[in-house]
């Protein structure tokens, strides 16, 4: 697991923390924790649907730049020289 990994996956659970942990002087509904607790999911599930996606991609070859389609040629000419009359 890379470091990049490790801490996108730790900044979104410390972010899923915050937001599901109730207020201390707050009552929550059912219904409230039942939402967010579906927003959660839903968030978690799209972004493994879109992690899962580019490696697969990256895995298959499909690259969002295209190589150069053949050789690439370079041509030179020698500047002319004028001659004196």
């Known amino acids: 697991m890379t470091l990049r990994r490790l801490l996108t996956i730790l900044v979104l ?7 599901v942990r109730p207020a201390r002087a707050e009552a929550l509904e059912p219904t409230v924790i039942i939402l967010i607790i579906s ?4 968030l978690v599930a799209v ?3 879109l992690i ?4 697969s991609d ?11 389609h053949g050789p690439v040629i370079v041509a030179w000419q ?3 020289t004028a001659e004196s009359p």
Do not use: H, Q
């Open 47 to 49: 972004l493994a649907v």
């Open 78 to 80: 020698a500047p002319a």
């Open 13 to 19: 659970v410390v972010v899923l923390v915050t937001v």
């Open 52 to 55: 899962i996606a580019n490696v």
């Open 39 to 42: 927003g959660a999911i839903v």
């Open 58 to 68: 990256y895995r298959r070859g499909t690259r969002t730049e295209e190589p150069p």
